[in-house]
């Protein structure tokens, strides 16, 4: 499917700069379907894509007045926006499952206090860069299905339903593999 050659992106994005929602739903029309391919060709995670999609169409919205023709086509400016975010995301996941335990060890204490108190054992975990080292080989070793599940969970940031969308698995399953992979961390690093 090639874009339509009446389409005019310029007037569009002018249109979208003076706040017609019209304009975007026009443009959002015309592209989504070819920024998704774009953006999961970067990705391959379509969730992660769909999301991405999402955004660039808001910053295309609030950011539609910085357009200047003279610079380039107002659809290559769309597709590049677009492809920044992407990239953007892309290096961000890569850092975050990179990034130092302390940051799934406070993640695991904000967000599983009420699920399991063993986070609290847990956040201890941030103050000693040896268990730090310890957490990293404890997560290495769970099964690859429940090591995804803990790393969008605290990494991510997916929640539990989003994670089970992900990885094609059901909900109670994807809760039971976090709950217990909690708990064989906490048993791995004591």
């Known amino acids: ?10 007037n569009v994005l002018k249109h979208c700069a003076d706040g017609n929602r019209q304009a975007l739903r026009q443009l959002y029309e015309q592209e989504a379907p070819r920024l998704l391919a ?24 609030k950011n539609s007045g910085s357009y200047h023709p003279e ?16 990239l953007n995301a892309l290096k ?37 860069p040896l268990a730090q080292n310890e957490l990293h080989l404890c997560i290495d070793r769970l099964e690859p299905d429940r090591k995804l599940c803990i790393l969008h969970a605290y990494v991510d940031g997916y929640t539990q339903g989003e994670i089970a969308q992900l990885l094609d698995k059901p909900l109670g399953t994807v809760k039971s593999w976090i709950k217990r992979s909690l708990k064989v961390l906490k048993e791995c690093l004591q």
């Open 92 to 128: 961000y996941s890569q850092r975050q499952v990179l990034s130092e335990p302390e940051f799934l060890l406070d993640l695991c204490d904000n967000k599983l206090v009420e699920e399991d108190q063993s986070a609290n054992a847990l956040s201890e975990l941030a103050k000693d």
């Open 1 to 10: 499917m090639t874009p339509s050659t009446s389409f005019d992106y310029e």
């Open 71 to 86: 610079l380039g086509s107002a659809r290559g400016w769309v597709y590049t926006l677009t492809r920044n975010l992407a």
């Open 38 to 61: 774009v953006v999961m060709r970067i990705l391959q995670n379509r969730p992660l894509a769909e999301d991405i999609v999402h955004d660039a169409f808001i910053k295309i919205w």
